[in-house]
């Protein structure tokens, strides 16, 4: 078994990158994937996924300039999401 697997969570996590999703549970649509990707064509984005009952899995992009600022902005606003719920 390998090292990472059998450290504690707080020293596995310790020099790993910052988490860049979160999955929530919703009552009504179910799983919902919110993820940040750093490294879009167009600049990074924030994306939410969702797949209601009877529908395919739903889609929503919310795209920030390509600079540093408009990363740190991505990053930011995806910072609580992490901590708690949607």
Known sequence: MSERVTSTTKEADAGQPPNF????????LGQILVLLDEGAEQGPEVRLYCRPSGVS?????????DTPEGLQEAQGDLRPLMRGRP
Do not use: G
Not at 21 to 28: E, M, Q, S, T, Y
Not at 57 to 65: D, E, G, I, L, N
């Open 21 to 28: 999703c979160k999955l929530f549970v919703h009552p009504k």
């Open 57 to 65: 899995v739903c889609t929503a992009t919310f795209p920030y300039p």
